[in-house]
């Protein structure tokens, strides 16, 4: 099958193992933006009114999609879906009372709920942007310094993408974190998102890392 991400890394980055070392010894420590503090103090005064202590996180939602989707799947759990665009956000037009979408940069709302010793019990992370050029590793998940959060957010995680390399990078860093997980190919039955409903029309291989 055709690899759709144009790239000039073959494989799994030369500096990913370091990256993660280097990550792990030094937390990321970045004050909060005031707006995402906002948003975050309005989430869990949404999630403590639902009287609902499942909390599933969908970061990187888009249009929230996948959000709505969680939510009709897991009725007694609260789903909050995050995205930074507001663009995104705003195409969503359905409604239910136990979703909330919130404009939000996700590694700061991941260091909220760490602060606030939230545990989360699923963690969904959809076709996230690849930044496929090899200088552009510290921007995806996995090379981000706020990765390690994820571990200590806790929860079941999924990552679906496009792009081979990114999988086999997040389970490699996944794996270096102590998470252990699987990774496959992937042909959802019911596309969640808007993304994989465009990938799946063109033909892409899609591919699943999902942690035990
Ligand atoms: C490729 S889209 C996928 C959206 C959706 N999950 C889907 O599959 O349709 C990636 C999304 O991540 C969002 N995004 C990128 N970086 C982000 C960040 N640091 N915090 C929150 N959202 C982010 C973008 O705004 C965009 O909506």
């Known amino acids: 099958m055709i690899d759709p991400i144009n790239s000039d890394q073959k494989d799994v980055h030369i500096n ?47 249009t929230g999609m996948s959000t709505a989707f969680l939510a009709r799947h897991n009725p007694e759990a609260c789903v909050i879906g995050l995205d930074k665009s507001s663009h995104r956000l705003s195409k969503h037009t359905v409604e239910s ?17 760490v602060h606030e010793n939230i545990n989360i019990e699923q963690h969904w992370m959809l076709y996230p942007n690849p930044w496929p050029k090899a200088g552009q590793l510290k921007r995806r998940i996995h090379g981000h310094p706020s990765f390690p959060l994820i571990k200590t957010l806790g929860g079941q995680i999924e990552l679906r993408t496009n792009w081979h390399i990114y999988a086999k990078e997040f ?29 799946l029309a063109r033909g892409h291989g899609l591919w699943c890392y999902r942690s035990r």
């Not at 996700?106 to 709920?113: A, D, H, N, T, V």
């Open 16 to 62: 990913l193992d370091r990256t993660i070392e280097r990550h792990l010894h030094r937390p990321w420590i970045k004050p909060v933006p005031a707006h995402t503090r906002h948003a975050f103090d309005k989430a869990m005064t949404w999630w403590r009114e639902r009287g609902r202590p499942t909390l599933i996180l969908d970061s990187f939602c888009g």
């Open 97 to 113: 009372p136990n979703y909330l979408l919130i404009r939000a940069e996700c590694e700061s709302f991941w260091q909220c709920l």
């Open 171 to 199: 389970y490699q860093a996944c794996e270096q974190l102590g998470i252990r997980g699987t990774l496959e190919p992937f042909a959802p039955a019911t596309p969640m998102t808007l993304f994989e409903t465009k990938y």
